[in-house]
T-cell receptor, first 114, second 115 residues
Framework: DAGVIQSPRHEVTEMGQEVTLRCKPI?????LFWYRQTMMRGLELLIY????????DSGMPEDRFSAKMPNASFSTLKIQPSEPRDSAVYFC????????????FGAGTRLSVL | AQKVTQAQTEISVVEKEDVTLDCVYE???????LFWYKQPPSGELVFLIR??????QNEISGRYSWNFQKSTSSFNFTITASQVVDSAVYFC????????????FGTGTRLQVTL
């Protein structure tokens, strides 16, 4: 079975541009998570979905960030407009419901905003 | 609120040494789950182990072992006879019934194994 698939792996953009990160969760998983990893703040949960519905977006840093899950096999995280401080590695993870279930992570997207 | 503390920011050892990575957690729930993930230099996050709060048996998997002690709220990870390939950042994480599927991560411990 394929794991969580993220694209692109690397993204370099200029300040002010729109950035869209993509994620395909593991088939059958009903939870999807977006994380951001930086040296300063470590791993931060941005938002998570259950059955395609956003449950908690309290980690989304600003209105410039938005996430969607139009169906069970696809999610996007969009930053518009991007800023240099958004530079980070963004991870997507998926799992079955419940605190005992393992979150499986994608390889991440390394975003650099110049 | 949940909290995971990994006090060791960075550890350096010479190959074949044993090394223990510490993890201390806080939760008000009686039912909770603890996890360890590995992040090698390539960057992906790899699941290593899950443990529930009702099972305090130590676990061994090859050179890896985990010591769970509820009395001290600790879930420590030991690598025996470390190898260069063990060099990575290791994260401890917690979930409980209060947070459903959300994970609370520690800040990670960077392990450097040299020849």
């Amino acid at each position: 079975d394929a794991g969580v698939i993220q694209s692109p792996r690397h993204e370099v953009t200029e300040m002010g541009q729109e950035v869209t990160l993509r994620c395909k969760p593991i088939s059958g998983h009903d939870y999807l998570f977006w994380y951001r990893q930086t040296m300063m703040r470590g791993l931060e949960l941005l938002i998570y979905f259950n059955n395609n519905v956003p449950i908690d977006d309290s980690g989304m840093p600003e209105d410039r960030f938005s996430a969607k899950m139009p169906n069970a096999s696809f999610s996007t995280l969009k930053i518009q407009p991007s800023e240099p401080r958004d530079s980070a590695v963004y991870f997507c993870a998926s799992s079955f419901w419940g605190p005992s279930n393992i979150q499986y992570f994608g390889a991440g997207t390394r975003l650099s905003v110049l | 609120a949940q909290k995971v503390t990994q006090a060791q920011t960075e550890i350096s050892v010479v190959e074949k040494e044993d090394v223990t990575l510490d993890c201390v957690y806080e939760t008000r729930d009686t039912t909770y789950y603890l996890f360890w993930y590995k992040q090698p230099p390539s960057g992906e996050l790899v699941f290593l182990i899950r443990r529930n709060s009702f099972d305090e048996q130590n676990e061994i998997s090859g050179r890896y072992s985990w010591n769970f002690q509820k009395s001290t709220s600790s879930f420590n990870f030991t690598i025996t006879a470390s190898q260069v390939v063990d060099s990575a950042v290791y994260f401890c994480a917690l979930s409980d019934t209060g947070t459903a599927s959300k994970l609370t991560f520690g800040t990670g411990t960077r392990l450097q194994v040299t020849l």
